[in-house]
């Protein structure tokens, strides 16, 4: 069992079933969109992430990217860190078929792939230091052609698929994930390889 200081909000039993099997924190959940009327939960979720911090580790689905963006609109983004799942096609095994984008959510996630994404989060484990110094920025994310040009988004999505990053990241997401796993070298040696293989 990993320790963790943050408090994690997922979006439903099922997802939390999952997760207190692998880390010893507090674990919140959104009860899916019914985090857009419940006023009480949001406010309980502002008072945990402003005293311990939260980490939101969603699905990787449009829903899941709905919900994480409204709570990245109602709590500060000084006490958010985000968990990415990769896009893994599949469905959990307790459903009859997979869900609508056919993608596994939180719950089919494997425990490695699960610490693996609340590493890359910069969760605060209990005996691992987690400090990572951001290197990339917006800048450089324009120089190597991911932002601003013409065709930006296509090279974006081809490096997302690339690096096993969910489809539906906002740049400036992308920007906090590549600075949570890569150097700037690294990511200038991985969009040029794109660049080489569609030329």
């Known amino acids: 069992m990993v320790k963790i200081k943050e408090a994690i909000v997922v979006e439903g039993r099922y997802d939390k079933n999952t ?7 507090p674990i919140l959940e959104t009860d899916g969109f019914g985090i857009f009327r419940d006023k009480q939960k949001l406010a309980l979720l502002r ?10 580790f ?9 919900i994480r963006n409204h ?3 109602a709590i500060p983004a000084n006490y958010l860190k985000h968990a990415y799942i990769p896009d893994i096609p599949g469905k959990e095994r307790r459903k009859a078929a997979p869900g609508k984008e056919g993608k596994l959510g939180v719950e089919g996630m494997s425990p490695d792939i699960i610490l693996q994404a609340l590493r890359r989060a ?18 450089d994310l324009m120089e190597l ?10 090279l974006r ?8 990053f969910p489809e539906h990241m906002s740049p400036n997401a992308m920007l906090q994930a590549l600075n949570l796993l890569y150097n700037l070298e690294e990511l200038t040696g991985i969009v040029s ?4 293989n569609d030329g």
């Open 19 to 25: 997760l207190s099997q692998i880390v010893d924190a």
């Open 47 to 56: 008072r945990a992430a402003q005293t311990r911090g939260l980490i939101v």
């Open 193 to 196: 390889d794109l660049e080489k």
């Open 122 to 139: 910069g969760a605060t484990i209990e005996g691992e230091d987690c400090g990572v110094s951001p290197g990339i920025t917006k800048q």
């Open 145 to 154: 052609g991911l932002s601003g040009g013409a065709n930006s988004s296509l």
């Open 71 to 73: 709570l990245k609109s």
């Open 58 to 66: 969603t699905d990787s689905d449009g829903a899941g990217f709905v």
């Open 157 to 164: 999505g081809r490096l997302l698929k690339k690096l096993e």
